[in-house]
């Protein structure tokens, strides 16, 4: 599903409305049946409802809501949050039908008491005062007003968005309304997946209203929502007549001295996610810890005390041919020569490739391993959190956390890697610009090894052939998904939790 920015919206608007004749005045009235329904469908009986509706066309929704609650018997008063003068031309008709079945007060200050007297008395109000238009801090009146709603406790239905919050996530100084509901148009927009806009709208419920559902492709947003309608083919069931040879081989390399943890979660959620075989690549010196420790996986001892021997990757060549997918990073850690070490392991092997945790600290200390990347050609996906993503782009974290969607984007573009940004929406950036945010996913995963569990997830579907945005899109999904369905409050889940939940999530989305 696309996820879109105010831009976006209007020129899809504009274009249909052009190209095809239909008027602006039909998507107005699909737009405000289809929230009069979901208030309806939720309070079945008749009740009283305040509608407050600005100038704009987001007025315009309010005032077909009104009249469609009027049709189904509920006591409601309407008020006009601006001058009557200047509504745009399609509010302009609704406010005049309307006006023919109920009065409309214009609010002012002088009528601050007389609206506070009104919500007092409400059981729904209906925020239409600005949705796809607000720009900058809210103005005297709508400001007044949302300080209004928000201190009347009652239940608030938001027409698009909770007025005051920016269509595209920008972050605005005022305040905005809380809503319980939003019902928004066709397709989501970006800013209700903002640090803010997720908390405001309550429960997002997108509505159809009459766009098409395939647009031309020089209007397709460039924004898109992880689902899985898009990518649940890419992962054919298993055949019943297939052996571990069929379903992939995953090289993990990392493992060193102290952190063997990493490597032994990130192989385990490999085989959770389906691959025939996964091999774990340590260092000589971390072997037999590491055969205490797994009991699925193999083991490959490379050359190295503690850590890897810069010269240990010329190994990799004798066994390149039988993998199929590659993951480097987990507890891989820092050493002396690691920049010839990942240079000479990306030239050995042609296949697709996920790189994390210190293989991204590696390519943020030295960038021309970027040009090498760069030059290969099997895709590379990286999955950064903010921290890795900062020093790969020589931003602060706050830099990459106010600009997540363009950090995510421009990085793709310029290095041809898919970037998997990790955060409370993960991105999941291509090169060609398209930008996959990411709805699952749980605080519980804010924990050291959640990240080496994707890290797995993700190669073991690479390994399995999965196309690399398909699998990071896949991964990131299940383990958000997985987070949720362990079955552990968030304080307390453990690596075995999600590998739990893993296995739970698959099943939801693919039925056996
Ligand atoms: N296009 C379509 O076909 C369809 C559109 N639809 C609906 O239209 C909505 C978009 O409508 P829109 O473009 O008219 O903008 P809208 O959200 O009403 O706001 C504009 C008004 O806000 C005001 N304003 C702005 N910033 C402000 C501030 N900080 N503080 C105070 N005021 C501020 C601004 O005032 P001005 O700056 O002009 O004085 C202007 O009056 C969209 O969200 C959806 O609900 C649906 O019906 C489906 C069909
Ligand atoms: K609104």
Known sequence: MYLVTAEEMRRIEERLMDETGLPGTVLMENAGRSVADEITKRFPKPQKAVILAGKGNNGGDGWVIARYLLYRNWDVACWLVGDPDQLTPDAKVFYHVLQSFNPIQTYHSGKRDALKSELSQADVIVDALLG??????????????????????????????PTGLHTDGASIDSEKVKADLTVTFQYPKWG??????????????????????????????????????????????????????????????????????????????????????????????ERHALAAKVTQPLIWPWPGEGTFHPNSADRFQEKAGQISAMAIGPGLGRFEGEDKWLRDVLSSMQGPLVLDADALNILAAYPDLLGDLRHRKAPAIITPHPGEMAR????????????RVDVARSFAKHTGMIVVLKGRFTLIAHPDGTVFLNPTGSPALAKAGSGDVLTGMIGSL?????????????AVY??????????THPHSMVYTDLLDGIQRAVRQEFVE
């Open 392 to 403: 790969l782009t020589s931003l602060s974290v706050k830099e990459v956390e106010a600009g």
């Open 192 to 285: 209700h997946f903002s640090r803010q806009g997720k908390e405001l709208s309550g429960e997002l419920v997108i509505k159809e209203i009459g766009l098409p559902p395939v647009l031309k492709p020089e209007l397709k947003p460039k924004g898109r929502l992880n689902d899985p309608v898009w990518w649940k083919k890419s992962w054919s069931p298993r055949d019943p007549w297939s052996h571990k040879g069929s379903h992939g081989h995953l090289l993990l390399i990392g493992g060193s001295k102290g952190m063997l943890g990493a490597i032994c979660m990130a192989g385990e959620a490999a085989y959770r996610m389906g691959a025939g075989y996964v091999t774990l690549a340590v260092p000589e010196s």
């Open 478 to 487: 299940l383990h958000g998904k997985a987070a949720g369905l362990s079955g």
């Open 132 to 161: 796809t238009g607000v720009n900058g801090s809210l103005r005297p009146p709508v400001k007044e007003v949302v300080e209004q709603i928000n201190a009347s406790g009652k239940w608030v239905v938001s027409v698009d968005l």
């Open 462 to 474: 690479l390994a399995q052939k999965v196309s690399p945005l398909e699998a990071a899109a896949m």
